[in-house]
């Protein structure tokens, strides 16, 4: 079944806070340098995407954005990714998250991505933690929790306040 | 004739209807948990089979076998050693099952689990009505089912219902809890499809209509229960609401189900639905919306509702009609016989732990922290028989390691006296569970068990008596046997070496009230006993900073809890310092080297040592060579917590 008919938001006019999110690539890059602890685990190639949410169907947001039909239109995604010498901030485009070997990927709406934009220059990983809570940003995981593991992910996602076992609690 | 508990229970008591089968009380014991007590490929091992026998022994009118997959691909396939139903070859197991529950005068169901989207734990993906990633790390990539698959998968649901029935089960249930397949079909969140299957809540019901229709058809003379959930706790994530989720009950009720089974919650659902921070009966207007819209099918209930008074009660008020019980059974399998004979007080309470479940998603198999007992049920060192010699035995310590091992050697015929130091049973737990921010109640409830069991069974608890080598010299060849319980304490000696470390206090004082806490608090050790203090001490007003040498908080708090402690300590404003360690403490305060090497200066008025512990392991030294036979159980061999302490002392009791 293809999930057609929604409309993925490159082909609607970017919002100002999204723009400002894809054009402040050194304050992120900022940002990542100051947390490297974080990330000094993960193993090189782990990627982490983030994007914005339009709507408030996270669900239909996250089966358009997997669905596998070749004309998809093309999604712009903020994106983490470990390298030799730590995390680097960048953009990239895709037609489906898999194209970018995603491990994470984090969504989020206008609200969360004004504040994360505010608190660039600070703590802007402890905002996101109250903002997943809150449900303003969505999160998917790519990975089996065996490969999150072997790639590092603890700690970036204990300061993200997830849970790393499921359980019914 | 009626027991005295019956008579005071009589809502629980009373029979009651299941489709065309009458069952002897209104108390449905719940596949609540797939044990992982089976085989790789799904067959019924005898571990699992001596277990069955216990719970066809519970006295529960109505009793439910865990979830079996149905298809041979292992699609639905969600636990390490979930068994199977999809094929004749597995039956024989299934059919002694059956017979225990019947043996044991109650109807007998078999749940058929499809796990959906947590399936395919041995194929590396699951299927789902949408490709709609898992929101925790520990699951499967997804793939979509076409219309085909959705046939295969119904066909495969109804070959398992026949299954169930050539094996002699009376009735089979499908479940839709905790975000299995069903429930994924059903929800806003993970079903995106837009042909029939998909978009309106008409549409995302037709795979369940379908289910349901077909299992009916291929069992027609047999009852078949679902279990739906009445909240999902998914709204963030743009779930089912709850008037969606009773939309969805009345669908299935119009397809014919048999029975209603309340539930609550998904696995991914940022909430809690049946923790210890939930209060019992939170949830049970739920269960009373589906009886106020289904009067006349049969409504089950368990969901955070452990207490069977409870349960009788919302029974007279007509808020549902079956008492649907599983953890509290596991944690006392005489429960319903307890309460039939008015014997509540000896009832073991589930504490709502989770350890059973923090196990399960580790591929192992569940445990319980109340019953040592569970899942030993086929060996026979851990069945409670006469001692071949009865033995005099002192046990020094009466924390829930001690007082295990008292009552069990006990029950075996030895001769037990305790040697307590303070003047109460319980040990370090009594005071940290009067501390506890989720339900001090439950953690209490233990040592009020062992409380009122040590009496029933006549064991000597020689309160205010410190065992020292004086002591020992005065009983010399009164005892054969000392079992040394003595617990843990915070080492304070570590601190000596720290400029100011007259100052600070032992977690142990502050818990048991001997020390006051002032307003400005540092708790050195985020495991989970500082952290039960720092929650503790916070809400009572003070300002609190937590100091953790390890990069994380909560490293030793059961895995189901950590993240609970974690939003606590956020929530309530607790200033958590980790990879950091106290190098000075002062009239002010405390600082702290931070793992950058930087310090920092934290006030304080009252800086509390909650780590390390160290056993109280001297006595081993001074009784060695007083006493024929000297053993140790619990934190007094090494420091862990209430798991350890209970099944300790459990295995060292029913092995003297």
């Known amino acids: 079944m293809k999930a057609t008919g929604w409309v993925l938001e490159s082909r609607l006019p970017m919002s100002s806070v999204a723009e400002r999110m894809f054009s402040e690539l050194p304050a992120w890059q900022q940002m990542l340098d100051r947390n490297r602890e974080l990330f000094c685990d993960m193993a090189p190639g782990s990627r982490i995407g983030l994007m914005r949410r339009n709507g408030a169907d996270a669900g239909k947001r996250a089966a358009a954005l997997f669905a596998t039909e070749a004309d998809s239109p093309a999604a712009t995604l903020l994106t983490w990714e470990c390298g030799e010498d730590g995390m680097r901030a960048g953009c990239a485009s895709c037609r489906h998250p898999r194209e970018l070997r995603l491990d994470l990927l984090l969504v989020a709406d206008d609200e969360a991505l004004e504040a994360i934009s505010r608190h660039l220059g600070g703590d802007p990983l402890t905002v996101m933690k109250g903002l997943i809570r809150r449900g303003n940003v969505l999160f998917y995981v790519m990975r089996t929790k065996r490969e999150l593991q072997d790639a590092g992910y603890e700690d970036f996602l204990d300061s993200l306040g997830l849970a790393f076992l499921g359980a019914c609690r | ?656």
């Open chain 2, 1 to 656: 004739m009626t027991r005295p508990g019956e008579a005071k229970l009589p809502h629980l008591f009373k029979p009651a209807r299941f489709g065309g089968f009458t069952t002897p009380n209104s108390i449905k014991y719940g596949a609540c948990c797939v044990s992982n007590y089976n085989t790789r490929d799904g067959f019924i091992t005898p571990r699992e089979l001596a277990r069955m026998r216990v719970i066809a022994g519970t006295g529960c009118g109505l009793i439910t076998n865990q979830g079996a997959y149905p298809d041979p691909l292992g699609e639905g396939k969600a636990y390490f050693r979930q068994i199977a139903l999809f094929d004749d070859k597995f039956l024989p197991q299934f059919e002694t099952i059956a017979r225990y529950i019947h043996d044991a005068g109650a109807v007998a169901v078999q749940q058929i689990l499809h796990a959906g989207r947590y399936g395919g734990i041995d194929i590396g993906y699951c299927v789902q009505p949408s490709e709609v990633p898992q929101t925790l790390p520990h699951f499967r990539p997804p793939r979509e089912m076409t219309r085909d698959h959705i046939q295969d998968c119904i066909r495969q649901h109804a070959d398992a219902a026949r299954r169930a029935v050539k094996a002699g089960f009376d009735a089979t249930e499908v479940t839709s809890f905790m975000g299995y397949l069903l429930a994924s079909f059903n929800s806003r969140f993970t079903n995106q499809r837009s042909d029939e299957y998909g978009g309106s809540i008409e549409n995302r019901g037709r795979f369940m209509r379908e289910l349901i229709d077909a299992i009916k058809q291929a069992t027609p003379e047999n009852p078949l229960a679902i279990r739906l959930n009445g909240a999902e706790l998914m709204d963030r994530w743009g779930g089912n609401t709850e008037d969606e989720c009773f939309e969805l009950m009345q669908q299935a009720v119009d397809s014919g189900v048999d029975m209603i089974s309340v539930t609550v919650g998904w696995q991914e659902a940022p909430e809690s639905s049946i923790g210890r921070d939930i209060a019992p009966g939170h949830w049970n207007h739920l269960a009373a919306r589906a009886k106020r819209m289904f009067p006349d099918t049969p409504v089950a209930f368990g969901n955070r509702l452990p207490d069977p008074v409870m349960a009788n009660d919302c029974i007279a008020r007509g808020e549902f009609d079956y008492w649907e019980v599983c953890r509290p059974l596991l944690a006392d399998p005489e429960l319903v016989h307890k309460a039939a004979e008015d014997r509540l007080p000896e009832v073991r309470r589930c504490i709502g732990s989770l350890n059973c479940l923090s196990r399960l998603f580790r591929d192992l198999p569940y445990t319980c922290t109340m019953n040592p007992a569970l899942g030993h049920e086929v060996e026979p060192e851990y069945q409670i028989r006469p001692a071949a010699v009865k033995k005099r035995i002192m046990v020094i310590g009466a924390g829930p390691a001690g007082m295990e091992f008292a009552l069990t050697a006990t029950r075996r015929g030895h001769a037990v006296t305790v040697f307590e130091k303070s003047e109460a049973i319980g040990g370090s737990l009594r005071a940290y569970a009067a501390r506890d921010l989720a339900r001090p109640e439950d953690l209490a409830s233990v040592v009020a068990h062992y409380e009122v069991m040590a009496k029933k069974l006549g064991v000597e608890v020689r309160l205010d008596t410190e065992a020292n080598a004086k002591l020992m010299r005065s009983l010399l060849h009164q005892f054969d046997v000392c079992v040394v319980a003595s617990g843990a304490r915070i080492d304070m000696d570590v601190y000596r070496a720290i400029e100011g470390h007259e100052r600070l206090v032992s977690a142990q004082d502050v818990a048991s009230g001997r020390v006051v806490p002032g307003a400005r608090v540092v708790v050195i050790g985020a495991g989970k006993i500082g952290l039960t203090l720092a929650e503790s001490i916070r809400k009572g007003g003070a300002e609190v900073t937590v100091v953790e040498a390890e990069k994380r908080i909560a490293g030793d708090v059961m895995p189901s809890f950590k993240w609970r402690h974690n939003s606590w300590v956020e929530e309530l404003g607790i200033r958590a310092l980790t990879s950091s360690r106290v190098v000075r403490i002062t009239a002010e305060g405390v600082i702290v080297l931070n793992g950058k090497g930087a310090e920092l200066q934290v006030a304080a008025d009252t800086v509390i040592a909650a780590t390390p512990r160290k056993s109280n392991q001297e006595l081993f030294q001074e009784f060695e060579w007083t006493i024929d036979e000297l053993h140790g159980c619990g934190d007094a061999l090494v420091p862990r917590g209430l798991d350890a302490a209970i099944h300790e002392g459990y295995r060292l009791g029913v092995r003297i």
